[in-house]
C-alpha cells in the first residue's frame, strides 16, 4: 500500500514539476465551430472550448497561446509541432487514436441531421435519397456520411467548415447538414438565419463513429503535457469551473452520456 502511495505521489510530483517548467501552453484550434469556438466581432477568440483551455492553462500558471488552423490540417500540424495539442471540438474516435493520443473527455454532444422544418428528412437513407448533404471536411460528420450515405447514392458535399454551410442550406443548395447537435443547437438555429430549420429525426450517439466523447488531441508520445492536462481538468471538475462555464454555454449535460 505504501509502495503505492508512494508511486502515484511521485506521478503527481512529475506532473507539477513539469507545469512549473513550463511557461506556455499552445493549442491548435479552428474557431468556425460556435459555440465551442469561433470569433468574435473584434477577431479575438471565444467559446466553451476557448473558456475552457484559458481555465486550463490558469489552472497550471502557464500562458495560453491560440494558433489558428484549419480543421483537415490539424492532426498533421499537431505531428509537426505547431502546438502542443488540439482543443477544437475533436471527437474521440478509433481512427484518430492511432495518430493521436487524448486527455480525459472534455464533453460529450450527439450529432443531427439539419434540415427546414417539416421537411420530412431524418437521418434515415431511405428518406435522403436525390438529397444532397453538407458536411465539413475532416470531421467524424462527414465521415459517417461518406461511408454510409454516399454509397447509397445520396450526395455528399464537403466543405472546408461548417460555417460555410449554412448559407448555401439556407439558399437550398443543400437539402441538410450533418453536425454537432450542440453546435447547431446554439449557434445556427438561433440565428435569424436559422428559424426555419430544426433537428430532424434522432440525434445520433455511436462511439463507432462519433467516438466516446471529444478530448484534447496531443502527440502520443507526449505523456508530459497528457498528464499536465488531466491534472487540470480534474481540478476544474473538483473546483467547480467546469459547471459554471458549462453552464454559460449550454442548457443540458454535455459531459455525460446519456443511458
Keep these: 500500500m505504501k509502495k503505492i502511495a508512494l508511486t502515484v505521489l511521485l506521478a503527481l510530483s512529475t506532473v507539477s514539476l513539469a507545469a512549473s517548467a513550463e511557461t506556455q501552453l499552445r493549442f491548435g484550434v479552428d474557431p468556425t465551430f460556435p459555440p465551442f469556438e469561433s470569433k468574435a466581432a473584434d477577431g479575438s477568440l ?4 476557448i473558456d475552457m483551455g484559458n481555465a486550463i492553462c490558469q489552472q497550471l500558471q502557464v500562458k495560453c497561446v491560440w494558433v489558428q488552423t484549419g480543421y483537415d490540417g490539424i492532426i498533421p500540424a499537431l505531428k509537426a509541432r505547431k502546438f502542443d495539442a488540439i482543443l477544437s471540438a475533436m471527437s474521440m474516435t478509433d481512427k484518430r487514436r492511432e495518430q493521436v493520443a487524448f486527455s480525459d473527455r472534455l464533453y460529450i454532444t450527439p450529432s443531427a441531421l439539419i434540415t427546414r422544418k417539416n421537411s420530412g428528412l431524418s437521418p434515415d437513407i431511405a428518406t435522403l435519397q436525390g438529397k444532397v448533404i453538407g458536411v465539413a471536411q475532416g470531421t467524424t460528420q462527414e465521415s459517417y456520411a461518406q461511408s454510409l450515405w454516399a454509397p447509397k ?3 455528399v458535399v464537403s466543405y472546408p467548415n461548417q460555417e460555410e454551410i449554412y448559407p448555401d442550406l439556407a439558399s437550398g443548395r443543400v437539402d441538410a ?4 447537435a450542440a453546435s447547431a ?4 438555429l438561433k440565428s435569424p438565419q436559422g428559424q426555419d430549420f430544426a433537428i430532424s429525426g434522432k440525434a445520433l450517439y455511436d462511439d463507432k463513429w462519433f467516438g466516446e466523447g471529444v478530448g484534447i488531441g496531443l502527440r502520443k508520445d507526449d505523456e508530459q503535457h497528457r498528464q499536465m492536462i488531466n491534472s487540470a481538468l480534474a481540478e476544474l471538475h473538483k473546483n467547480g469551473t467546469y459547471d459554471k462555464l458549462a453552464k454559460k454555454y449550454f442548457s443540458f449535460d454535455i459531459y455525460r452520456k446519456p443511458e
Design 185 to 188: 443547437a446554439t449557434g445556427f
Design 46 to 49: 471565444q467559446g466553451f472550448d
Design 153 to 155: 447514392g445520396i450526395q
Design 177 to 180: 447538414t450533418f453536425t454537432n
